[in-house]
């Protein structure tokens, strides 16, 4: 495995980073403000759009999907770099059109849609035009199982499906920009266990859609983004919308969530990173018992331990990304089971390590670390807890 970035890679990663410099951490602030200052927390702040428009004539476009002649055309170990860099701001991804869930779902339809359903969805989302969501989690059963998922997805004839289900945390929902949902369901529900579920595209304005409500993440909404408790009662979709075919969706679903696991992986990070960034500037600059904070043994200890877990946890991220690129990501399931499970770890540790050397400040708004730490919790949890993957990786070993 050889690790050092290519000139392209480099030139981009000094690109992507100068653009956050000049433009993106600069626009933090009036993001939330212009959000904040808005009618409605669901809509769009006019900062991001004029950010998005820099970043496109600036070529910095798409750059996660290497399989579309309108990406970058970057491997996942040449991605890793730029993605983790995005990841040092809340607001970068989607400057780049890099951001979740619109990444897994463009990526979903480059490898299993039709050319119909390209042109019809995958065509302005690579442009930024639209947004999309996925809804699969359901607030009524255990979804780390996603055998339980128990939406319906009915055929009647030969033009139609009909969805019922209920679902929630699906992220994107509340954005007015959402325009195409790909959901995940039961088209049979007495195939064999793994074959009963499908994926189907359903259009954000079907009648029989309702966004029940918005969901928090410890108080906090990721407006305009948001995740919604979703309602679908007798929704109905032509034939033509399911994805590859009835039963696919477990296979769908394992090309999709790989890319989707490691980009949050590299996005956690950037934002690691950061955050040591920011303890290291606080230690320096405060005083307490007549010496600067960075002389206290413990809070070297913090800054040293901060260090080795992040780069254990970026080398384990490139291994991974190496090994999706050379021998697939089913070959590679236990590597993203384990970084899914190291870097969320590694990135709570470092935030409260700079939200202690913060003091009170830490646990205020005015630092982001407090905000942070939140939509780091959440990844313990997002795209298979824990538990699920350790329960993969574990089988891998026995297998051995």
Same mark, same amino acid.
């Given at each position: 495995?050889?690790?050092?970035?290519?000139?392209?890679?480099?030139?981009?990663?000094?690109?992507?980073?100068?653009?956050?410099?000049?433009?993106?951490?600069?626009?933090?602030?009036?993001?939330?403000?212009?959000?904040?200052?808005?009618?409605?927390?669901?809509?769009?702040?006019?900062?991001?759009?004029?950010?998005?428009?820099?970043?496109?004539?600036? +070529?910095?476009?798409?750059?996660?999907?290497?399989?579309?002649?309108? +990406?970058?055309?970057?491997?996942?170990?040449?991605?890793?770099?730029?993605?983790?860099?995005?990841?040092?701001?809340?607001?970068?991804?989607?400057?780049?059109?890099?951001?979740?869930?619109?990444?897994?779902?463009?990526?979903?339809?480059?490898?299993?849609?039709?050319?119909?359903?390209?042109?019809?969805?995958?065509?302005?989302?690579?442009?930024?035009?639209?947004?999309?969501?996925?809804?699969?989690?359901?607030?009524?059963?255990?979804?780390?199982?996603?055998?339980?998922?128990?939406?319906?997805?009915?055929?009647?004839?030969?033009?139609?499906?009909?969805?019922?289900?209920?679902?929630?945390?699906?992220?994107?929902?509340?954005?007015?920009?959402?325009?195409?949902?790909?959901?995940?369901?039961?088209?049979?529900?007495?195939?064999?266990?793994?074959?009963?579920?499908?994926?189907?595209?359903?259009?954000?304005?079907?009648?029989?859609?309702?966004?029940?409500?918005?969901?928090?993440?410890? +108080?906090?909404?990721?407006?305009?983004? +948001?995740?919604?408790?979703?309602?679908?009662?007798?929704?109905?979709?032509?034939?033509?919308?399911?994805?590859?075919?009835?039963?696919?969706?477990?296979?769908?679903?394992?090309?999709?969530?790989?890319?989707?696991?490691?980009?949050?992986?590299?996005?956690?990070?950037?934002?690691?990173?950061?955050?040591?960034?920011?303890?290291?500037?606080?230690?320096?600059?405060?005083?307490?018992?007549?010496?600067?904070?960075?002389?206290?043994?413990?809070?070297?200890?913090?800054?040293?331990?901060?260090?080795?877990?992040?780069?254990?946890?970026?080398?384990?991220?490139?291994?991974?990304?190496?090994?999706?690129?050379?021998?697939?990501?089913?070959?590679?399931?236990?590597?993203?089971?384990?970084?899914?499970?190291?870097?969320?770890?590694?990135?709570?540790?470092?935030?409260?390590?700079?939200?202690?050397?913060?003091?009170?400040?830490?646990?205020?708004?005015?630092?982001?670390?407090?905000?942070?730490?939140?939509?780091?919790?959440?990844?313990?949890?997002?795209?298979?807890?824990?538990?699920?993957?350790?329960?993969?990786?574990?089988?891998?070993?026995?297998?051995?």
């Amino acid at each position: 495995m050889h690790f050092e970035p290519s000139d392209k890679v480099k030139d981009l990663s000094a690109r992507v980073r100068g653009f956050i410099d000049k433009h993106v951490y600069p626009a933090e602030a009036a993001f939330e403000q212009q959000i904040d200052g808005a009618p409605t927390r669901w809509q769009v702040p006019p900062i991001m759009e004029e950010l998005k428009d820099k970043a496109r004539a600036a +070529g910095l476009w798409n750059l996660f999907l290497p399989e579309s002649d309108q +990406g970058a055309g970057l491997t996942n170990l040449e991605y890793a770099p730029l993605c983790e860099i995005m990841g040092r701001s809340p607001i970068a991804p989607e400057v780049f059109n890099c951001s979740a869930p619109d990444t897994g779902n463009m990526e979903t339809l480059v490898r299993y849609a039709t050319p119909a359903q390209q042109e019809q969805w995958l065509k302005p989302l690579l442009a930024g035009e639209i947004r999309s969501a996925f809804a699969m989690t359901e607030p009524a059963v255990a979804s780390s199982d996603a055998t339980n998922i128990e939406a319906s997805i009915r055929r009647e004839g030969n033009s139609s499906y009909v969805i019922n289900a209920r679902k929630w945390w699906t992220s994107g929902a509340m954005d007015p920009r959402c325009k195409i949902f790909i959901l995940m369901g039961k088209t049979d529900p007495d195939a064999p266990r793994h074959q009963q579920q499908s994926m189907i595209l359903v259009p954000r304005d079907t009648p029989g859609i309702t966004v029940m409500r918005p969901l928090t993440i410890f +108080g906090y909404d990721d407006a305009p983004h +948001g995740h919604a408790e979703v309602d679908f009662k007798d929704v109905r979709v032509p034939i033509e919308n399911i994805l590859l075919g009835e039963g696919r969706g477990f296979e769908i679903a394992q090309g999709r969530l790989g890319p989707g696991r490691i980009h949050h992986c590299m996005r956690m990070i950037g934002l690691a990173e950061r955050c040591l960034e920011a303890m290291v500037a606080r230690v320096k600059e405060r005083v307490a018992f007549g010496r600067p904070l960075s002389d206290q043994g413990v809070i070297r200890e913090w800054i040293a331990d901060s260090r080795m877990e992040i780069e254990q946890s970026r080398l384990l991220t490139l291994k991974a990304a190496y090994m999706m690129d050379t021998v697939g990501n089913k070959a590679a399931q236990a590597e993203i089971a384990m970084i899914k499970v190291v870097a969320p770890k590694m990135l709570l540790a470092v935030i409260d390590r700079a939200i202690q050397a913060h003091g009170a400040a830490g646990v205020s708004q005015d630092f982001g670390l407090a905000y942070a730490w939140a939509r780091s919790r959440v990844m313990r949890i997002v795209d298979g807890p824990d538990e699920v993957h350790k329960r993969a990786i574990a089988r891998v070993e026995l297998r051995k």
